[in-house]
């Protein structure tokens, strides 16, 4: 069985998802919190609930229409047969007016490898769908014709039936019941369950510790494995073992063990008393060990594994047990860049209504690749309508806390995001072969994501005529700081000062002192400029001086080595004071940060 396409109309957030299609292997839901992702997959349910699309213009339930979600399944004859042996009956539509009567018709049906069947899912109700439910015929208005399928001691008999019946969506709506598993971010209750011998996980996988007990008895490789899949995920987690309640022989409980020895039980611990991640990954596992051609559907699953017990998890679905369907949300960085996706979803929402965007699975491959060289952050594209790529930590949070405290809110939809904290960009010289590249690798990666993005770069020792000819070539989405890095606009002497008296009291400056040594070291041979005398007021001095080396060596010089610059700390802390003490020494750079976010909102 395998999910083909989806589309959710009146539920929850969505007035409208129109149709999103799905593939074999690992399907991406992505975007930020809180904008539909678990909507979304909750539609998917068996069990849909009546929580109908509410806007301000419409919020009564009697005004508003029931939830329908239209769903696409592929089926196999095989699948079907097992169904009706587990469910006792199905009639299936043929034609009239044909040479071979309806019995040879569904044989031959049931003959096919795979078949597609539309279905329509309400709360309270099981699959519907419109008269042949299959689509292989035109119904007329000839003599009804169908045949049944029924269990006979376990081999399974077809009868004609004269009659305008279809069951066949009910027959796929038992094969979604115990073939579809939906794991939520909630903990899972399911250390304990009622004894019974049973092989098939419940959708709610509450039987898990029967079933577990099952495995270790009837199916001890199986068990095994699972408990191997566990150690490469969980380094905490040495075994696994089941048992009868002492005093109530009616429950079973799942114990964990912390090493591969099983010694004693009383070394071991329920699994009520583990990790939530633990709990859903041996749900998840048996799900998947247990069930042939599942569709697993996983809700934010960064949000109760581990960034490293997630790429395990992901490196054992693709490996192991690549026959299933996976959709799966996130909004994680290490999903995405990890997953290998067949398909690539992403969600937004704009105030009540939630709508989705597919993307090219391909082209987000470029633009992992391409996060991954430039430390780009994934999660912040898809959580955003408006990016702009600044060059590192500080500028990411020091940009949008200047905008705030003299300019105003930071239009909504609207991010500050590294443009890379190691690689390339990490050097202390730049030229323009160098800027250009990186720029270009992004503009193609981030063409295919829909936001609007703006590029923010250092000048460094970039020419006039070379920064012009890249901000033409980028087509104008390319602006560069007027002065030669951030630090320039951090050359404050009292702002200084107070800084370094802060992180060092031993340190005994002023002012006046600060700004002795700065000028002295601009005089010095590593920090002088030709023709350009080092002054507080010359702004070509300013603009030129290598000011990150100077701090620096300021710091260091000043407190004797008891501490060092550190560019994020000490210069949001720098631009504090400046900012409580005298705005206008940092209108230049305000004004630069506001250019920045009217280009990109303007775009």
């Known amino acids: ?310 790429k395990a998890l992901l490196r054992i679905l693709q490996t192991d047990y690549a026959q299933h369907q996976y959709v799966i949300s996130t909004h994680a960085p290490e999903v995405v860049g990890f997953s290998n996706p067949s398909t690539v979803h992403l969600v937004k929402r704009d105030g009540y209504n939630s709508t989705i965007t597919s993307l090219n699975p391909a082209e987000v491959g470029t633009f992992r690749d391409v996060a991954s060289h430039l430390g780009v952050s994934m999660a912040d594209v898809f959580a955003a309508d408006r990016v702009i790529w600044v060059e590192g930590e500080t500028e990411e949070t020091l940009f949008p806390y200047l905008y705030r405290e003299v300019v105003g809110v930071v239009p909504r939809g609207t991010i500050f995001t590294t443009v890379a904290a190691t690689g390339d960009f990490g050097a202390k010289r730049r030229d323009r072969q160098m800027v250009y590249d990186a720029y270009s690798r992004l503009s193609v990666a981030v063409a295919t994501i829909p936001v609007k993005v703006i590029f923010g770069f250092d000048t460094e020792t970039l020419s006039d005529l070379e920064k012009e000819g890249m901000v033409r070539d980028s087509r104008g989405r390319l602006r560069f700081l007027p002065r030669r890095h951030l630090e320039c606009y951090f050359l404050d002497p009292v702002a200084i000062a107070s800084r370094i008296s802060a992180k060092d009291p031993a340190s005994v400056t002023n002012s006046d002192d600060i700004a002795s040594r700065i000028i002295a070291l601009g005089n010095s041979p590593s920090f002088s400029i030709a023709g350009v005398e080092p002054d507080f007021k010359n702004k070509s001095w300013l603009s030129k001086v290598n000011a990150a080396k100077l701090l620096s060596n300021l710091f260091t010089d000043v407190s004797e080595s008891r501490i060092e610059y550190d560019k994020t700390l000490d210069g949001i802390e720098i631009v504090k004071f400046m900012l409580a003490n005298d705005t206008t020494s940092l209108q230049c750079l305000v004004s630069y940060v506001q250019s920045l976010v009217e280009a990109v909102t303007t775009e």
């Open 1 to 310: 069985m395998r999910l083909l396409r989806a589309r959710v109309t009146g539920f929850q957030s969505f007035d409208d998802s129109e149709v999103v299609r799905f593939d074999g292997g690992i399907n991406l839901i992505v975007g930020p919190n809180n904008v539909g992702k678990s909507a979304f997959l909750r539609a998917l349910q068996p069990s849909l609930s009546d929580d109908r699309h509410r806007t301000p213009a419409e919020w009564r339930d009697e005004a508003l229409p029931v939830p329908v979600v239209s769903l696409r399944i592929e089926v196999s004859g095989s699948e079907i047969r097992g169904a009706v042996l587990e469910n006792a009956s199905c009639i299936i539509p043929a034609p009239s007016g044909t040479l071979i009567g309806p019995v040879e018709y569904v044989q031959s049906f049931l003959d096919q490898p795979l078949s597609k069947i539309d279905v329509q899912h309400r709360p309270d109700f099981e699959f519907t769908a419109p008269y042949p439910s299959h689509g292989r015929f035109v119904a007329g208005s000839g003599q009804p014709m169908a045949a049944r399928l029924t269990s006979n001691n376990g081999t399974l008999e077809l009868s004609p039936h004269i009659n305008r019946e279809d069951t066949l969506p009910n027959t796929v709506f038992h094969l979604w019941k115990t073939r579809m598993f939906y794991f939520s971010a909630e903990r899972f209750s399911i250390g304990q369950t009622a004894t019974a011998h049973t092989e098939r996980l419940d959708q709610n996988a509450s039987n898990l510790a029967a079933v577990l007990a099952t495995l270790a008895g009837d199916r001890g490789d199986l068990f095994d494995k699972l408990v191997s899949h566990l150690r490469e995920m969980f380094p905490t987690v040495g075994n696994l073992s089941t048992r009868i309640l002492p005093g109530n022989p009616n429950m079973t409980e799942i114990r964990v063990w912390p090493t591969p020895a099983r010694q004693n039980v009383k070394l071991s611990f329920p699994l009520t008393q583990s990790g939530t991640g633990v709990a859903q990954t041996v749900a998840l596992l048996v799900a998947i060990m247990t069930v042939e051609h599942a569709v697993i559907v996983i809700d934010e699953i960064n949000s109760f594994l581990h960034p490293a017990a997630v």
